[in-house]
């Protein structure tokens, strides 16, 4: 079966205006659902219906670009999950699973993606249901969420050209021992390519290595022009989680090959990958479960699909999480989206003390202006992204 993503071509890079904009817009409208998703986390929600919510949005907002080519895929590169307290990530239930409703003071993870012709904006949030500026979230809630939205800045700062994963890596330890948490072990941010959200590369940033990940993980450097889903997980426990007993529900599909030999696994994984391609996916993108269940089956047993199950803090703590999706640059980095954290609904008796992680957070997010010429074009590539869907509405 061939693939959209195969080419012997050598792949284009975010130095080419059109994959440039492909991100951008990626990015804009990950945020513009992540605002909406955000407004629908409220006491007595269920959870399913924010995530059915999220991932037609995300349809409902790509169709709405590049309508002339036919032949461009567009739509969710990570399906919307919802993980509330001490689960990690990866929940995103289905009609015949319970329901789990929100309630208030409940730390609630968002996560979802957007994709354009297979250049993804990844992203995710935190919040505390019911949290004001004038009743902040106090405690362990705030210190996970604080800390986690302090790395997630500081690494931000970190990467660009030249610097390495070892400075994100030692910077995170330090924020997350201020606030007394720690970030969860193990947990990977990754360059990212076309049609490809994680594991694309080599090139991985650890927040807390595990003994095994200390001898495998590189030490590395960014370059200019690369992608990077960068994800950060905090809680006050111990740093440690484990698989949850709830069902696997998001997979992506694989490199390997496999003749299956039931008539219902090829059917549903012809479905798969002219749908959701390399993407991952949830189940419940299929009008009929029972039918995806069986075919998932076989699917599964051979490799052919990746499973994402459910993890959770192992001392059953909540876990904050926070993740952009960003670009390398000449000049710096561009964040395409993320950044919608307002401090003012958390308060901790916890504060960074370290003036070189204060300096760091201290600099401007913002890239450095680096000439006319290079101003002029990443100027061309935002206007083009906004004329451009202009022409197709």
Same mark, same amino acid.
């Given at each position: 079966m061939a693939d959209l993503y195969d080419s012997d071509e050598e792949e284009l890079t975010i130095e080419n205006d059109a994959v440039l904009t492909k991100y951008k817009t990626a990015g804009e409208i990950s945020n513009l659902v992540m605002k909406a998703v955000i407004n629908e986390v409220i006491p007595g929600a269920s959870v399913i219906d924010i995530c059915s919510f999220g991932d037609k949005m995300i349809l409902d907002e790509t169709a709405k670009h590049y309508k002339k080519d036919k032949q461009l895929k567009k739509g969710i590169a990570f399906p919307t999950c919802i993980c509330v307290n001490e689960i990690v990530c990866h929940f995103s239930p289905l009609r015949s699973d319970p329901i789990v409703t929100i309630k208030e003071g409940d730390l609630v993870k968002i996560e979802l993606g957007v994709h354009i012709d297979g250049y993804a904006g990844v992203v995710a949030h935190s919040l505390v249901v019911g949290a004001t500026a004038e009743n902040p979230a106090t405690g362990g809630l705030a210190d996970a969420v604080l800390a986690a939205h302090h790395c997630s800045e500081a690494a931000l700062r970190l990467i660009k050209a030249g610097n390495t994963n070892k400075q994100i890596t030692e910077t995170i330890q330090?924020?997350?021992?201020?606030?007394?948490?720690?970030?969860?072990?193990?947990?990977?941010?990754?360059?990212?390519?076309?049609?490809?959200?994680?594991?694309?590369?080599?090139?991985?940033?650890?927040?807390?290595?595990?003994?095994?990940?200390?001898?495998?993980?590189?030490?590395?450097?960014?370059?200019?022009?690369?992608?990077?889903?960068?994800?950060?997980?905090?809680?006050?426990?111990?740093?440690?989680?484990?698989?949850?007993?709830?069902?696997?529900?998001? !997979?992506?599909?694989?490199?390997?090959?496999?003749?299956?030999?039931?008539?219902?696994?090829?059917?549903?994984?012809?479905?798969?990958?002219?749908?959701?391609?390399?993407?991952?996916?949830?189940?419940?993108?299929?009008?009929?479960?029972?039918?995806?269940?069986?075919?998932?089956?076989?699917?599964?047993?051979?490799?052919?699909? !990746?499973?994402y199950p459910v993890q959770q803090d192992s001392d059953g703590k909540p876990v904050a999480q926070f993740k952009y999706t960003v670009l390398v640059v000449p000049n710096g980095n561009i964040r395409i989206n993320g950044g919608l954290f307002d401090p003012s609904l958390f308060k901790s008796e916890h504060k960074i003390e370290d003036k070189e992680v204060l300096a760091l957070l201290a600099q401007s997010a913002n890239r450095k202006a680096g000439g006319k010429k290079k101003k002029k074009k990443a100027k061309s590539a935002a206007e083009e992204a906004k004329s451009e869907a202009a022409a197709e509405n």
């Open positions: 330090k924020i997350t021992e201020a606030y007394n948490s720690s970030p969860l072990e193990g947990m990977l941010s990754y360059e990212i390519k076309r049609y490809q959200t994680e594991g694309a590369t080599d090139k991985q940033i650890v927040l807390n290595p595990s003994e095994a990940q200390k001898k495998e993980i590189k030490n590395m450097e960014f370059a200019v022009h690369e992608v990077y889903a960068m994800d950060v997980f905090v809680t006050t426990g111990s740093g440690k989680m484990k698989e949850s007993n709830v069902s696997t529900t998001v !997979h992506k599909r694989s490199d390997e090959m496999y003749s299956l030999k039931m008539k219902a696994s090829r059917a549903f994984f012809s479905d798969v990958c002219n749908r959701f391609t390399m993407m991952p996916f949830t189940l419940r993108a299929f009008e009929d479960e029972k039918k995806a269940k069986m075919g998932l089956k076989e699917c599964v047993t051979h490799e052919l699909l !990746h499973p």
